[in-house]
């Protein structure tokens, strides 16, 4: 029975340090909601530039000295044209403090009317 509870025991352990990882590796993603999606007959390497270019002007609006790595944008979801919403972006920030910086600012995007479609990360 002891055999038993060291093996659960070291399956609840090998979990929870799974789990600290995972969200070691996920405290610097942002996502953003409202960035207009391109039109599926453009290549998905001009998909990917428009983004990276919008992720950029909408965060250096945010804090104008910001340092992004916008090398690889996701688009969360699965594409439909019939939706009205744009997919969700998932982008990877430099760390955890540039994450914090921009959500004390997210305000800021809803006083712009030309950012007002945009909402919290």
């Not at 690889?72 to 439909?80: A, S, V």
Request: hydrophobic fraction near 30%; charge should be positive; include cysteine.
């Amino acid at each position: 029975m002891s055999t038993n509870s060291t093996t659960k025991s070291g399956f609840d352990f090998e979990e929870i340090v799974q789990e600290v990882n995972e969200r070691n590796l996920r405290k610097s993603n942002i996502i953003i909601y409202g960035i207009p999606e391109q039109e599926c007959s453009i290549s998905s390497s001009d998909r990917c530039n428009l983004d990276k270019s919008k992720i950029s002007e909408v965060l250096h609006h945010l804090i104008p000295n910001i340092t992004v790595d916008t090398a690889k944008p996701i688009r969360l979801g699965k594409f439909d044209a019939t939706k009205e919403l744009p997919r969700p972006l998932k982008i990877k920030l430099q760390g955890e403090s540039q994450v914090f910086r921009l959500l004390s600012k997210s305000k800021v995007l809803r006083e712009n009317p030309h950012y007002s479609s945009i909402r919290s990360f």
